[in-house]
């Protein structure tokens, strides 16, 4: 069992940076691939990014690579996903979710618990 808490969503303008954090507990966390996905009004949810167990890789969709970044840190049962450069488009509610996947899952299908989603806006 993983129980996922979110935090770090709030209201930024254009070009700024947040950190949206992720605290997991349980012992299973470093063997679950992290993903994050978000989801904006009257759209489907969206990948953003994932990061393996173990944290050998990561894989972001396009329209954020180079943007954000993510990271674990398996001692403190945290994931987090550093936004910089931020765009209106990237306004939605973004959550993290864990997978037992091996490689790098894309779809939520994959994921088997999800956080309870935090709300990041980006002001123009």
């Known amino acids: 069992q993983v129980h996922l808490v979110e935090s770090g969503g709030g209201l930024v303008q254009a070009g700024g940076s947040l950190r949206l954090s992720c605290a997991a507990s349980g012992r299973t966390f470093s063997n679950s691939a992290m993903g994050w996905f978000r989801q904006a009004p009257g759209k489907e949810r969206e990948f953003v990014g994932v990061?393996?167990?173990?944290?050998?890789?990561?894989y972001y969709v396009d329209s954020v690579k180079g943007r954000f970044t993510i990271s674990r840190d398996n001692a403190k049962n945290t994931v987090y996903l550093q936004m910089n450069s931020l765009k209106p488009e990237d306004t939605a509610v973004y959550y993290c979710?864990?997978?037992?996947?091996?490689?790098?899952?894309?779809?939520?299908?994959?994921?088997?618990?999800w956080g309870q989603g935090t709300q990041v806006t980006v002001s123009s």
């Open positions: 990061i393996s167990r173990f944290g050998g890789d990561t």
């Open positions: 979710a864990a997978s037992p996947s091996w490689g790098i899952p894309i779809s939520p299908i994959e994921y088997n618990y």
